[in-house]
């Protein structure tokens, strides 16, 4: 991923150059933000999905917290006399 950073770290400004002195400032400005439009939506659909981690440790919170409610009321696995 850093390595694709780089790329176009190196050749937005050449492209951006290049389309600036044939068609003015504004249209690489707008292609640069159309592009930004477009692909930010894309990301968020690519990345996986972290509801599950934190639904899990939502779920084992509440399960350790059942467990010492459990110890409390005497009901917690025999290890006395």
Known sequence: MTSLFAV?????PIVGGIL???YG???PALVSCL???LLIPATLFCLPE???LVSSKQTQATS???GHERERE???GGGGN
């Open 8 to 12: 176009g770290y190196a050749i937005g």
């Open 20 to 22: 600036s002195e044939k």
């Open 25 to 27: 400032d504004a249209v």
């Open 35 to 37: 592009l930004f439009l």
């Open 50 to 52: 972290t509801n599950r």
């Open 64 to 66: 350790l917290s059942q």
């Open 74 to 76: 005497g009901g917690g």
